[in-house]
């Protein structure tokens, strides 16, 4: 069981930055792949970006050059430093991992909300123009 707790979501001015933070505990954080997800008011989740365990990482197209994933497996931690934002990138952001144990593993895409087995409460990020 993993148990996964987001930090860092507050309000900023547009073309400001945030790094958000998720922590996870229980044991393996290495082999988990993690993503982060937006939901905005009256929307769905969509993927944001994800970290695999071999460290590649992945990013939804309105997102690329401005944000950036990393993971530090020591603190058992995912971040998402987030830049230039504007407030089409206000939400909720969610964290959400995976293992690589299953069978299916190699395949996933990680840009979906299915493919994960573990989510976060989420944490508010508001951009205000």
């Known amino acids: 069981q993993v148990q996964l707790v987001e930090s860092g979501g507050r309000l900023v001015l547009s073309g400001g930055s945030l790094r958000l933070s998720c922590t996870a505990s229980?044991?393996?954080?290495?082999?988990?792949?993690l993503g982060w997800f937006q939901q905005a008011p009256g929307k769905e989740r969509e993927f944001v970006a994800a970290?695999?365990?071999?460290?590649?990482?992945y990013y939804g197209d309105s997102v690329k050059g401005r944000f950036t994933i990393s993971r530090d497996n020591a603190k058992n931690t995912v971040f998402l430093q987030m830049n230039s934002l504007t407030p089409e990138d206000a939400g909720i952001y969610y964290c959400?991992?995976?293992?690589?144990?299953?069978?299916?593993?190699?395949?996933?895409?990680?840009?979906?909300?299915?493919?994960?087995?573990?989510w976060g409460q989420g944490t508010q990020v508001t951009v205000s123009s």
């Open positions: 959400a991992a995976v293992s690589s144990w299953g069978t299916m593993a190699r395949y996933l895409s990680l840009r979906y909300t299915f493919e994960y087995e573990y």
């Open positions: 229980g044991r393996a954080f290495r082999d988990y792949a």
């Open positions: 970290v695999k365990w071999d460290d590649s990482t």
